[in-house]
């Protein structure tokens, strides 16, 4: 799984290989801990031009469909797993038309030893930024109204498979990565051979989980109130 990850920089910096045409003016800043419910940057193409747009939007962590009565149900909708999209009606439309790339810095995991758990930080080993396959929603509040500039919720999800090396001895779920050379094809609403983008981003993810560096953080990440970058350094001996 994937329950927190960093964003250490914003904007372009983070995402220039993608050839982003259009920013969102209320991005977030950039953060060393976030979790569910939170708000990050997504990638999305946006189908309502031809060509779509390429935009960099603030989005919700945790998918609410346009079904949902309320945004509740996101909070357990913060990843999907890979293999079973399509028989998932949470996550099934967003697979075919609403597919997001959801750029990080890293992401952290804990790896169970006995009766402790023991936070990793997982990145690129160059700083390089690190995308993350995702869904994306639009929900509307039916408690505001149309003239209401937050009726409208756009929200995401982070896509998982099976781990594999290093990463695997850690935790058994991790991201599915996305190469750059890849997210066009990806985030192109228009594909409509949506399976075997799918199959081609699971088959190339564990290439690029053999490029990561991992070390022990402290476990002040537990805490989402906790925000610095001191929380991604290697963790002291905390007795």
Same mark, same amino acid.
């Given at each position: 799984?994937?329950?927190?990850? &960093?964003?250490?920089?914003? @904007?372009?910096?983070?995402?220039?290989?993608?050839?982003?045409?259009?920013?969102?003016?209320?991005?977030?800043?950039?953060?060393?801990?976030?979790?569910?419910?939170?708000?990050?940057? $997504?990638?999305?193409?946006? =189908?309502?031009?031809?060509?779509?747009?390429?935009? /960099?939007?603030? #989005?919700?962590? @945790?998918?609410?469909?346009?079904?949902?009565?309320?945004?509740? $149900?996101?909070?357990?909708?913060?990843? #999907?797993?890979?293999?079973? /999209?399509?028989?998932?009606?949470?996550?099934?439309?967003? /697979?075919?038309?609403?597919?997001?790339? &959801?750029?990080?810095?890293?992401?952290?995991?804990?790896?169970?030893?006995?009766?402790?758990?023991?936070?990793?930080? $997982? !990145?690129?080993?160059?700083?390089?930024?690190?995308?993350?396959?995702?869904?994306?929603?639009?929900?509307?509040?039916?408690?505001?109204?149309?003239?209401?500039?937050?009726?409208?919720?756009?929200?995401?999800?982070?896509?998982?498979?099976?781990?594999?090396?290093?990463?695997?001895?850690? !935790?058994?779920?991790?991201?599915?990565?996305?190469?750059?050379?890849?997210?066009?094809?990806?985030?192109?609403?228009?594909?409509?051979? &949506?399976?075997?983008?799918?199959? =081609?981003? $699971?088959?190339?993810?564990?290439?690029?989980?053999?490029?990561?560096?991992?070390?022990?953080?402290?476990?002040?990440?537990?805490? &989402?109130?906790?925000?610095?970058?001191?929380?991604?350094?290697?963790?002291?001996?905390?007795?």
């Amino acid at each position: 799984m994937c329950g927190r990850f &960093v964003v250490a920089s914003a @904007g372009s910096e983070l995402v220039g290989v993608l050839r982003v045409d259009v920013e969102g003016d209320d991005l977030p800043a950039p953060s060393f801990n976030i979790a569910p419910t939170a708000r990050a940057a $997504i990638v999305i193409d946006s =189908a309502k031009t031809d060509p779509p747009t390429r935009r /960099l939007e603030s #989005a919700r962590w @945790g998918l609410v469909p346009p079904w949902a009565k309320d945004v509740k $149900i996101g909070a357990r909708a913060f990843n #999907a797993r890979s293999e079973e /999209l399509e028989d998932k009606p949470m996550f099934r439309n967003a /697979l075919g038309k609403r597919r997001a790339i &959801v750029p990080a810095s890293g992401y952290y995991e804990w790896k169970t030893l006995g009766d402790v758990k023991v936070p990793h930080y $997982i !990145h690129p080993a160059d700083d390089a930024p690190l995308f993350f396959a995702g869904l994306y929603e639009w929900w509307k509040d039916p408690s505001k109204t149309d003239d209401d500039p937050e009726r409208w919720l756009l929200s995401f999800t982070i896509l998982t498979r099976d781990s594999i090396g290093r990463l695997g001895s850690i !935790h058994d779920r991790m991201p599915l990565f996305v190469d750059p050379d890849h997210a066009d094809a990806w985030l192109d609403p228009s594909t409509e051979n &949506v399976r075997d983008v799918l199959d =081609a981003s $699971i088959d190339a993810a564990p290439a690029i989980a053999e490029t990561l560096d991992d070390h022990v953080v402290s476990r002040a990440v537990g805490n &989402v109130r906790n925000n610095s970058p001191e929380l991604i350094e290697p963790a002291r001996d905390e007795g």
